[in-house]
């Protein structure tokens, strides 16, 4: 076992699961704001933690310092986030529809409906992300605002960072009195364990990030179950970026500076990485190529996160470019060593693109392939090629978006996030972010990762019907003892 870390038994799972399941049922006992302060304490002991969770991630996944001390500062903002939401409220959507007694030909009963907690959360940590994504990250945060209990079974990759942040949870439980399973934690490296959680009898729902092959394991692993449940899986994404006419005429220099720049951010290792660009032939996009090859071959190779990552990249990058018609391959100038990854960019006809499917597939590092169309309508029959995406992205001029109206009409139907004139790599945490897409983005296209909505995926709607006030939940009592927006006969009130 890595990192000496003990992997637990599937019997030893089931028990951790009936205990999240126990737990669950005390934290329902546990006011809004209770809980708010126990995402707080939980952000309060990461930082307490200081200096040595930094030093431990840098050294378990490569990362520098910098970029883990921003992912720590947006794991606990994004805990306070949701404590935030808690006391506001209004994310249980309460709706009450009063009783019409006169009402002919039928009477209407009084109806009252809010969203609920769906039970245990099994969180699967992501190996690119090691606090955001992973132990107190937006799956833990989001499903522990939403009321239920999480276990998180940590990536082995960074395992020792997951302890230490588990250690900070174990904290803020006490000081928060939270029940004492409301979280838990466990190692492993084998597919058993991760079977044994999804398929344990008090599972009630799942939340991945990582490979496409891993999340579609947990869903069949959910379907095979007597009562399957839901699996959030932020899978694979080549986050096509569409580059118009107009603007590679005019701003050749400033576009091949900043996809240089997003293409080999964090050696490549984002969801959101610029993995396919597309445009028409021309002076322009010949002239932005070059540029672009230029500034990737000034880019220095850097280590990935795992032998395993670089390997995989390795491996993809090398299939995609010995494809038949992938030509004017430019890499970084300094050769790699070790586990280092070499920025890399490629040229292809939108043609052969549609005939080989394998480049369609995602090669997670800093590589991207640029697709050359003859016209407008190869560029659409390309992008609708392509499958379901977290981002697309729209280079352009006013110009530009004036004339491609077919093409801007299509892009909503690619991703949960359309971009126009940036970049996709950064994820902002707010209310109005959304980190999802079709399949194979994600297994359900309806929900977001990211942002206070994030929680949805942990709740389902009950209706309460003639339900005496003093029996119903807090949210959907006459007076509105919590003072939140609620749908009232019709209309929003407090």
Excluded at 68 to 75: K, M, S, Y
Aim: proline share 5%.
């Amino acid at each position: 076992m890595a990192n000496n870390f003990k992997e637990e038994s599937t019997e030893e799972i089931n028990i951790i699961m009936q205990q999240s399941q126990s737990a669950f049922e005390a934290y329902q006992k546990t006011s809004a704001e209770q809980k708010a302060l126990f995402l707080e304490a939980i952000a309060d002991e990461i930082e307490a933690i200081g200096d040595a969770l930094l030093q431990k991630a840098a050294e378990e996944t490569n990362l520098p310092l910098p970029r883990l001390t921003g992912e720590r500062a947006r794991t606990t903002g994004q805990l306070r986030m949701f404590a935030g939401m808690l006391r506001e409220g209004s994310w249980v959507e309460a709706s009450i529809d009063t009783a019409l007694p006169n009402r002919t030909p039928l009477p209407r009963p009084d109806l009252r409906k809010m969203l609920v907690p769906l039970g245990p959360v099994v969180v699967f940590g992501a190996s690119n992300f090691p606090f955001a994504y992973s132990t107190a990250g937006g799956d833990t945060a989001s499903a522990l605002g939403a009321g239920c209990s999480v276990v998180v079974k940590a990536h082995p990759a960074h395992a020792e960072t997951s302890e230490m942040v588990y250690q900070a949870i174990k904290k803020a439980i006490v000081s928060s009195n939270m029940p004492e399973h409301v979280f838990q934690h466990v190692h492993g490296t084998s597919f058993e364990s991760g079977k044994a959680l999804v398929q344990a009898d008090d599972t009630a729902a799942v939340g991945f990030t990582g490979s496409t092959v891993g999340g579609l394991a947990l869903l069949q692993y959910s379907s095979e179950r007597k009562k399957p449940i839901p699996v959030f899986s932020e899978m694979g994404s080549i986050n096509p970026v569409i580059f118009l006419p107009d603007t590679l005429n005019k701003n050749a220099a400033d576009l091949a500076a900043q996809y240089a720049g997003s293409i080999t951010l964090g050696v490549g290792q984002f969801c959101t990485n610029p993995g396919l660009m597309l445009a028409v032939e021309g002076e322009g996009l010949d002239n932005f190529y070059k540029l672009l090859g230029n500034g990737i071959e000034g880019v220095k190779p850097a280590k990935m996160l795992h032998a395993g990552i670089h390997s995989a990249y390795e491996k993809k990058s090398h299939a995609a470019l010995e494809q038949s018609g992938v030509t004017s391959v430019v890499k970084s100038a300094t050769e790699a060593i070790d586990i280092e990854a070499q920025p890399t960019i490629a040229l292809v006809s939108a043609e052969t693109f549609l005939e080989n499917h394998l480049l369609h597939e995602e090669v997670f590092g800093p590589y991207s392939l640029m697709v050359v169309c003859k016209d407008e309508q190869e560029l659409i029959k390309v992008l609708k090629s392509v499958s379901g995406q977290l981002t697309t992205t729209v280079m352009g001029t006013d110009e530009d978006f004036a004339g491609h109206s077919n093409l801007l009409q299509l892009l909503p139907s690619i991703a949960g996030r359309v971009l126009f004139n940036g970049v996709p790599t950064g994820v902002e945490v707010c209310a109005s972010m959304v980190h999802g897409g079709p399949f194979p983005a994600t297994t359900d296209s309806r929900f977001t990762a990211v942002g206070i909505n994030a929680a949805k995926r942990w709740v389902r709607p009950v209706c309460y019907q003639n339900c005496p006030d003093a029996l119903l939940p807090l949210a959907l009592q006459q007076a509105n003892p919590i003072n939140i927006w609620r749908l009232f006969d019709g209309e929003w009130k407090k």
